[in-house]
């Protein structure tokens, strides 16, 4: 079983697959936003914990604290 890594970690230009979510309501905020766990994403921008996601037509900025609360599993090294 592959281990997670904080979404918030993650550099640019990196894709992700959605692992886990370390909040109920952070959970729920996402899903209706169109990412639901087990989403591939890609890492548009990561500035110091600050991160832009994309998937598709879609782009998501989160703040560190939120993106510190999400983790991720690495596609591509």
Do not use: W, Y
């Not at 991160?51 to 591509?76: D, E, F, M, P, W």
């Amino acid at each position: 079983m592959p281990q997670f890594q904080f979404l918030s970690d993650i550099p640019s230009g990196q894709q992700v697959t959605l692992s886990t979510i370390e909040d109920g309501q952070l959970s729920r905020r996402l899903l209706c936003m169109g990412i639901p766990p087990g989403v591939q994403l890609e890492i548009l921008h990561n500035r110091q914990g600050s991160v832009v996601v994309g998937r598709n037509r879609l782009r998501v900025a989160l703040g560190k604290k939120v993106a510190s609360r999400i983790g991720v599993t690495t596609l591509n090294a």
